[in-house]
């Protein structure tokens, strides 16, 4: 087996490999191992926020984790996106874009906004594109929905409660 299997095949928490916090499906050759200050905060992530979530939605897809720079690039992310965990040298959060495999978007967003002692402070929901945005960034906790890219429409506790995915 070669180095990248290795690294790839790394078990973060019981349910979440480093392979499916790292993967791209559009850019498979960007991806790289992480360095071991980035693996640290990957594993931390999914055993404090992927499972405890995994264990109220069931089944989750990452659609994308961890992305170094050039792979952030190239899905066209913001110059600090959270997914890259590391900007300049400073540490800015883990991010991960999930999708439950057995509950709708908009369920999955009220379970997160009923545990707040996850330390999910960004989440922000893409109906359209079908996937929830979560991180780990400074700050108190934050709701957004993105109904167009670049757009961020800050969704208040009631409007979390209510929140339907239009049909
Ligand atoms: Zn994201």
């Given at each position: ?24 499906d ?35 897809r990452i659609n994308s984790g ?30 991960t874009d999930i999708v ?29 594109r079908g996937f929830i945005h ?34």
């Amino acid at each position: 087996m070669g180095k990248i299997m290795e690294w790839q095949n790394m078990r973060l928490s019981p349910h979440f490999s480093m392979f499916e916090l790292c993967r791209s499906d559009e850019h498979p050759h960007l991806v790289q191992p992480p360095n071991t200050v980035i693996q640290y905060w990957l594993t931390w992530w999914a055993r404090n926020v992927l499972e405890p979530l995994r264990d109220r939605c069931g089944p989750i897809r990452i659609n994308s984790g961890y992305r170094n720079p050039e792979l952030n690039r190239a899905v066209g992310g913001e110059k600090r996106s959270i997914h890259q965990v590391s900007v300049s040298g400073e540490i800015v959060g883990v991010a991960t874009d999930i999708v439950p495999l057995k509950m709708p978007i908009d369920t999955a967003l009220r379970v997160i906004s009923e545990m707040p002692e996850l330390p999910i402070r960004g989440c922000i929901i893409y109906p359209k594109r079908g996937f929830i945005h979560i991180d780990s960034r400074a700050g108190p906790r934050s709701f957004f929905e993105s109904p167009t890219k670049g757009v961020y429409l800050p969704l208040s506790r009631d409007a979390i409660k209510k929140y339907r995915i239009a049909a």
